[in-house]
């Protein structure tokens, strides 16, 4: 235990303050509005602030607030997401957000820092999720909770000690986070291109060269221009979309598919073999998704995505790898916000084929590289997850009143 003095955030914080009377104000005068999409829940920062005149809002039920109080979320998901906040500086210092905030307004006793984050803690929004109340999907914390919650409280120069450590613990986090990210961005560029050299046959030259006669022309050695029709059955017929009310009502073990994987379960199947299913109407424009993915076994399928059924010799796996990232968008019509690709754009779509034994090789090529690209994503993952118990951590540690490491520790450990 920390020795420091446990106190009622209600004794050092008032909750949600009464609406001021603005009497130095005029109605033209700008104030600040914050909506609840304004509060990032990653970082906790507000990250617009829109200006407003006074008389637009002073006599609706926003919640108001003022610069260097902390808004904290009490609906449910919001809460839950860690949205939560201290109000920067304000236009005329006074300022309007959503009803569904809770407003905290230290007193001279706590820090605005040291209050953000421990009720920004996971652990205390998960006590807080605990005492929600209401109906499901709108379940709200009280004020009361917040105003009974008890808090360690050690001197102000102890709690800005505490602040200080924890900024610096969640840059860190952060900048590792960023990293990490690009990291990935990285491997979803390489998934690709490793797409992309098997469909034009860069990635087995090296094989071509050693099991075929001729040289590579316009197309690969071996290959042949070929359209989707001709290696693939269209069973576009044979789906049937399901809405979720009545899916509800047929609870089953059969993968429910539409146009980007799995959206659910069913009760029956429309097929069971392999098939390759293509992105009907999604969103086409700035896509990064692959067009088209590899299903197997009982299956249900809905009217967002293409069904096709490989012919002439082509592997279920092969046909995938051709339109994962084909270029399909300039054969859609439609609006730019959800474009459609047409049955008949689907089938008349050109492709270069490979032989069946290239076939072979470029899926086991693919398969392997996957595998690899697999272990990377998942060890970032878990990386990421580990960033986040360490910035929790952290928190925890110091609200229990463990000794705060000085700058000059951090400077020694990077010596």
């Known amino acids: 235990m920390t020795g420091w003095p446990l106190t009622a955030i209600g004794e050092v914080a008032r909750i949600n303050p009464p609406k001021p009377k603005y009497q130095e104000l005029r109605d033209e005068d700008p104030v600040g509005f914050v909506p609840m999409a304004a509060v990032d829940e990653t970082s906790g920062e507000i990250s617009v602030v829109e200006e407003r005149p006074l008389g637009a809002l002073r006599a609706k039920s926003y919640r108001t607030f003022a610069s260097g109080d902390v808004l904290f979320a009490k609906i449910t998901p919001c809460m839950e997401n860690g949205k939560s906040a201290i109000v920067p500086e304000l236009p005329n210092g006074h300022g309007f957000g959503s009803t569904e905030f809770h407003v905290l307004r230290p007193g001279p006793a706590v820090d605005a820092g040291y209050l953000w984050n421990f009720v920004r803690q996971k652990s205390y929004r998960t006590e807080a999720e605990a005492h929600m109340t ?131 379960w069913i009760d029956e199947a429309l097929f069971d073999e392999p098939l390759v299913l293509v992105v009907e109407d999604e969103t086409f424009t700035g896509r990064t998704k692959p067009f088209s993915y590899l299903i197997t076994g009982p299956s249900w399928v809905n009217n967002h995505a293409h069904v096709l059924r490989p012919k002439n010799g082509i592997t279920p796996a092969a046909l995938n790898i051709l339109l994962s990232f084909y270029d399909f968008i300039p054969l859609t019509s439609g609006s730019t916000g959800r474009r459609k690709l047409t049955q008949k754009s689907l089938m008349d779509a050109r492709l270069a084929l490979p032989p069946p034994a290239e076939q072979e090789e470029i899926t086991r090529r693919v398969d392997e590289a996957l595998t690899s690209m697999t272990r990377v994503t998942e060890h970032l993952a878990q990386v990421n997850r580990t960033l986040n118990r360490t910035a929790e951590a952290a928190a925890t540690r110091a609200f229990q009143g463990a000794p705060i490491p000085s700058p000059e520790d951090g400077q020694r450990d990077q010596s």
């Open 134 to 264: 209401g109906s499901v999907g709108q379940a709200r914390v009280p004020a009361g909770f917040l105003r009974d919650t008890e808090i360690p409280l050690p001197s102000l120069d102890e709690q800005r000690r505490i602040v200080e450590h924890l900024r610096l613990v969640n840059h860190h986090v952060k900048a590792a986070a960023e990293r990490l990210a690009a990291a990935r961005r990285i491997i979803e560029g390489a998934t690709r291109s490793l797409y992309s050299s098997a469909s034009t046959g860069r990635l087995t030259e090296d094989w071509r060269r050693a099991h075929t006669d001729g040289p590579d022309a316009d197309l690969p050695a071996g290959w042949e221009q070929v359209r989707v029709k001709d290696i693939a059955e269209c069973l576009d017929r044979m789906r049937k979309p399901v809405n979720n009310t009545e899916r509800a009502k047929r609870p089953g073990s059969v993968p429910y598919y539409g146009a980007n994987g799995q959206v659910g």
